[in-house]
């Protein structure tokens, strides 16, 4: 199967990546890719990982990750003992300095790519390509796997004085003018003020299937700190709608770079003109 755009949507030459810009406000962009698999191998296999790795990605870690049910026992919320889960993530991170570049993290049900950015260097897509093409393939090698279910690529762009200047006043951001989202606030009230926690879910109207996500947050600062607002705006888009539909290893980077493609559209959706312009397009 191959991925591809429905014909509604407009010809190759209105694609939404012809615009590029110098500044925009991404600061990580993430591909993971899910699998079903057994959670013995991959505890067997994650123990010799590390050495295939290490020269890349030197700094490694374990960390424990628990999710947690609450029920309600005479009127009161208290953990629920058999709905507990406990899932090990590996990460192995590439330094400059003392900043983390790019990494992997693996779970028994996924990897994950991730290349971090900052505020004026957003990095790029082809990068976040080019480390997903050098590793799948060890990857799937290593702990014997073929096929996946779907790929899920997320953008965090961070909504701050760094990226959003022009719209920032001391610890006011005029959110509405920069994300179309908040353009129009229903009632007489328009004064805007955080936390923010905002998010929606729209079909993504591709092929394969896919779904997109955009969630709006405040990120948790200092209240008795000087910096200015700041918030995230995440961008997700996925294929791995079901754990039945097999996907090749060979068709990761398709599928990824289609969700690529409707996240770019969706950027120029959600940020207003006044924002884009501020983001110094190249053309």
Sequence with gaps: MTARRQANEGSSDNRPDKIRYRRPPIVERALAIHVDMPEERFRVKAETWPAIVQKDFPRAETVTEWILAVMQKEG???????RQTMTLRQTYWHIEGKKKREGIQLWPDKISFNLLGEPGNARDYAELDQLCERWLMQWAAHFELSQCSGVTLEYVNLLSAATLSPFVSGKTIRIGEAITMFKAIPGPLQSLFP??????????????????????????????????PEMNLRFIATTNLSKDRPVKLTQVREEAALMHDLILLQFDAYFTPEAKRSFEPCQ
């Design 76 to 82: 009161m919320p208290v953990l629920d003992p058999n």
């Design 195 to 228: 936390p923010f926690d905002f998010q929606f879910n729209v079909d993504g109207g591709t092929t394969p299937p896919s779904r997109f996500r955009a969630h709006c947050a405040t990120i948790d600062t200092d209240p008795k700190g000087d910096a200015g």
